[in-house]
């Protein structure tokens, strides 16, 4: 599963621009299942099971990342950019970039220290204080390599952490896609949809299309969510742990998850002998927002990676999370499917 993550996570595809993640994708899967690519870039597959069910599901993930757009180039050459996704400000100071499709390198700035205001360095940074520098020297030589509307992309090495940590950019969501390529290869025992959606990190975009394509009769959302569990925090505030297993929310900002479900869920564990977990704070959203209110209605539920420092070029999973994670969706998807 390793290999297969980090090979997802260095592909480069913020909102809007999955291209090269949904080809990679496409490669691996060829051969294994019928696909095809909707209007707005979700990549739909079916896999036909050795049985047959009366029950419709849809396994999903997305295969966007956050990320940023350039906006404006100043005279300076130094890039104005607008976020891609919802991104913390603080975590963007310093960071190296890599701009457009020729990747061209770049690092983050803002106002130099001691030009700030006692005020202003009580405050968190703001998007629109931020800068790129390309190392250009004017406007005319910047404009040579980067065109307003050029994609923004965290430059972050994929490593080990510890033991069992690892460490990459956009692990959210391509921990969910990997999952999905192992199912896909595996070939399921039921007759299965799994669908790659796009633009998740802006609205929920791509779901709203496919789930209306698929009309499914249940989805299960494969994601990454919030894990604070750090020195200092307590209590429902941790949301999620690493180590501790998948994580099963039972509400969040944009679904109130099926009942059934979700005890089956823990019923599922239980029975597999491993560790699984619920998010304590009602916090956040995926696709299961869109999904679960599609058509006629489709019996939702989420089950995620605990991941420290989402939104960041470092985000931080536990790898038995992930094998944990593996092992109970594919129980999961063959008991939805005996209901």
Same mark, same amino acid.
Request: with cysteine.
């Given at each position: ?69 350039? *906006?404006?180039? %100043? /005279?300076?050459? *130094? ?22 499709? @020729? ?39 910047? +404009? ?27 692990? @959210? @969501? ?26 998740? +990190?802006?609205?929920? %975009?791509?779901? %709203? ?7 499914? @009769?249940? &989805?299960?959302?494969?994601?990454? $969510?919030?894990?604070?569990?750090? /020195?200092?925090?307590?209590? &429902? ?30 019923? $599922?564990? $239980? +029975? ?7 998010? $304590?704070?009602? &916090?956040?959203?995926? /696709? ?32 038995? /999370? ?10 999961? &998807? +063959? ?5």
């Amino acid at each position: 599963m390793k290999e297969l993550l980090k090979k997802l996570c260095l592909i480069n595809g913020v909102s809007g621009d999955e291209n090269e993640v949904r080809e990679a994708i496409i490669d691996m899967i060829k051969g294994h299942c019928d696909y095809h690519v909707d209007n707005l870039g979700n990549l739909i597959c079916f896999c036909k099971g050795t049985l047959r069910s009366d029950k419709k599901l849809m396994i999903c993930a997305h295969m966007d990342e956050v990320g940023a757009i350039v *906006t404006y180039i %100043r /005279d300076d050459g *130094t890039l104005c950019f607008g976020e891609v996704g919802g991104i913390d400000p603080s975590v963007l100071i310093g960071r190296q970039v890599v701009v457009g499709k @020729d990747n061209l390198s770049g690092v983050i700035g803002s106002t130099a220290v001691h030009n700030l205001s006692k005020e202003e360095r009580e405050i968190s940074p703001k998007i629109e204080g931020l800068y790129i520098d390309i190392g250009a020297s004017s406007k005319e030589e910047a +404009e040579k390599y980067v065109s307003l509307g050029d994609c923004v992309y965290f430059d972050s090495e994929f490593i080990d952490l510890g033991s069992k940590c690892i460490k990459s950019k956009a692990i @959210d @969501d391509r921990a969910g896609c990997a999952l999905m390529i192992k199912l896909i290869l595996e070939e399921p025992k039921y007759d299965t949809y799994f669908v790659f959606n796009v633009q998740e +990190e802006i609205g929920l %975009r791509g779901s %709203r299309v496919s789930a209306f394509s698929v009309a499914p @009769d249940f &989805a299960i959302v494969l994601e990454a $969510t919030t894990a604070a569990d750090i /020195d200092g925090v307590s209590g &429902a505030k941790r949301v999620c742990e690493l180590g501790k297993g998948p994580v099963v929310g039972f509400m969040d900002r944009s679904t109130v998850y099926d009942k059934e479900l979700y005890r089956i869920v823990f019923d $599922t564990a $239980t +029975e597999l002998g491993i560790p699984c977990q619920t998010k $304590t704070m009602i &916090a956040g959203g995926n /696709d299961g927002g869109a999904i679960h209110i599609s058509g006629r209605g489709v019996r939702t539920i989420a089950v995620s990676l605990p991941c420290r420092y989402l939104h960041s070029p470092s985000c931080v999973i536990n790898s038995e /999370d992930l094998d944990n994670t593996l092992i109970l969706v594919r129980k999961l &998807a +063959e008991r939805i499917q005996e209901l």
